[in-house]
T-cell receptor, first 111, second 117 residues
Framework: RKEVEQDPGPFNVPEGATVAFNCTYS??????FFWYRQDCRKEPKLLMS???SGNEDGRFTAQLNRASQYISLLIRDSKLSDSATYLC????????????FGTGTRLLVSP | GAVVSQHPSRVICKSGTSVKIECRSL??????MFWYRQFPKQSLMLMAT?????????EQGVEKDKFLINHASLTLSTLTVTSAHPEDSSFYIC?????????????FGDGTRLSIL
């Protein structure tokens, strides 16, 4: 089983739609979770950290389910500019912060 | 916000050439820098972790003699791909983390696209 797994997609949605991605992780000792956005041929950019209580940043909501070992990202009112690949990242355990990335979920928002 | 600069952004060279990539933290001191490689349509794969003033820690399967890492200061780490071959062509990305809270995310450089002919 991969350490971090994501559905590669692509998710094709119209503008204004709500879309959700999940990411599962295998290491129950993981403490830190992040969502990154990566545009084609560019570096990943941090979208948001994921907190235990869930957190929201504008149209984006991230949640953590420790019992089932997954994190989710919800995007409301999708914009064309949201088209990108969304990577989840999980630290490898307590202490030292080595991140393991999922393969990413590709989102395509169409007019 | 924290800024990480990576140079060069693009390299095209002949097989057998050694290529050096620099990663600099511009506005913070990076105790730890990470080097990743990303092949097309694949995820970022951690190659090695670089701590200032000590030897890098390489991930399983990554040849330390081929991918030389130096982290001589708190703002600079370098990755040298020695005797590069076409299979080394990839997107190499560094990231850095500062002295503060270990739960803070890593800040990424803008990557180096390496093409070996």
């Amino acid at each position: 089983r991969k350490e971090v797994e994501q559905d590669p997609g692509p998710f094709n949605v119209p503008e204004g739609a709500t879309v959700a991605f999940n990411c599962t992780y295998s290491n129950s000792a993981s403490q830190s979770f992040f969502w990154y956005r990566q545009d084609c041929r560019k570096e990943p950019k941090l979208l948001m950290s994921v907190y235990s209580s869930g957190n929201e940043d504008g149209r984006f909501t991230a949640q953590l389910n420790r019992a089932s070992q997954y994190i989710s990202l919800l995007i409301r009112d999708s914009k064309l500019s949201d088209s990108a690949t969304y990577l989840c990242a999980v630290n490898k355990g307590t202490g030292f912060q080595k991140l393991v990335f999922g393969t990413g979920t590709r989102l395509l928002v169409s007019p | 916000g924290a800024v990480v600069s990576q140079h060069p952004s693009r390299v095209i060279c002949k097989s057998g050439t050694s290529v050096k990539i620099e990663c600099r933290s511009l506005d913070f001191q990076a105790t730890t820098m990470f080097w990743y490689r990303q092949f097309p349509k694949q995820s970022l794969m951690l190659m090695a972790t670089s701590n200032e003033g000590s030897k890098a820690t390489y991930e399983q399967g990554v040849e330390k003699d081929k991918f030389l890492i130096n982290h001589a200061s708190l703002t600079l780490s370098t990755l040298t791909v020695t005797s590069a071959h076409p299979e080394d062509s990839s997107f190499y990305i560094c990231s850095a983390r500062g002295l503060t809270d270990s739960n803070q995310p890593q800040h990424f450089g803008d990557g180096t696209r390496l093409s070996i002919l």
